[in-house]
């Protein structure tokens, strides 16, 4: 079914391109007829926020296309990225397992759709089906893990070059194998300094350093990493 902003409406997750995938793939087909009737779909513009840093939890976010932002905020305004979610992704997890609030907020950094399941019928789903409730406690163990490479980048990289760095390396592990991959690069520069702990400007001299020395190259939206080897260097140094 055709949506706004050209997407491609989601609404039978026994068919979803995706599904293969991530959390809820590969359920016995009673557990997938029974995620059908819990959950409800909505689309969101590009900046909508799903939910809000703080806010107590409603239910979870099953991020069908699009990608989304998740970031946290200091009581001083100073903002750090810590993922961008991509189609897939399960988000508000551990808020709503835990009943705590949020701890990040959730927005759209391009159009895209999302299911979302209530806190209760999520609770129910995972009473009724032991695989999804195994399933949910692998992901926690996995955001877990992710927090805490996260925490040892910021807290004991040296430089914002060593943190660009891993960056772009982890982002290179979905675009491809070589030593050269293309991507399609949604971030802004102050959305980067953000993910790494620094500022636009630092973002943007490290950039111009990684294209003289032949790292990247830049076309328009689309980013070439050049030598990833060079990278790896960088990290390993």
């Known amino acids: ?9 989601l609404d039978n997750c026994l068919t979803c391109p995706v599904r293969e995938e991530h959390l809820f793939c590969n ?3 009673d557990a997938v007829h029974k995620l059908n009737e819990i959950k409800s779909t909505a689309i969101y513009p590009k900046s909508a926020m799903l939910f809000i840093e703080g806010q107590q939890p ?12 998740l970031s946290t905020s200091s009581s001083e305004g100073k903002t750090i990225i810590t993922k961008i979610s991509e189609a897939g992704d399960v988000l508000g997890l551990n808020a709503t397992i835990s009943s ?10 391009e159009p895209g759709q999302a299911n979302f399941i209530t806190r209760d019928a999520l609770l129910g789903f995972m009473r009724e089906y032991g695989a999804v409730a195994v399933r949910i406690a692998e992901q926690l163990s996995r955001n877990y893990y992710t927090a805490y490479e996260e925490i040892r980048t910021l807290g004991l990289t040296s430089s914002p070059s060593e943190k ?3 960056l772009l390396l982890g982002w290179s592990k979905a675009a491809g194998n070589g030593d050269s991959v293309q991507m ?8 980067i300094g953000e993910m790494i702990g620094t500022t636009r400007e630092t973002v943007s001299r490290l950039f111009s350093d990684f ?6 190259q830049l ?13 790896k260097k960088m990290v390993n140094s």
Do not use: D, S, W
Request: charged share 25%; with cysteine; hydrophobic share 45%.
């Open 184 to 191: 399609k690069l949604t971030l802004t520069h102050e959305e």
């Open 100 to 109: 705590l609030p949020y701890e990040v907020t959730a927005e759209m950094i």
């Open 219 to 231: 076309k328009g939206a689309t980013l070439v990493i050049r030598n990833k080897t060079a990278l």
């Open 27 to 29: 359920l016995p087909a």
């Open 1 to 9: 079914m055709r949506a706004p902003y050209g997407l491609n409406i």
């Open 58 to 69: 409603r239910g979870i976010f099953v991020l069908c296309a699009g990608k989304a932002k």
């Open 164 to 166: 660009l760095a891993r």
């Open 211 to 216: 294209k003289r020395r032949q790292l990247v």
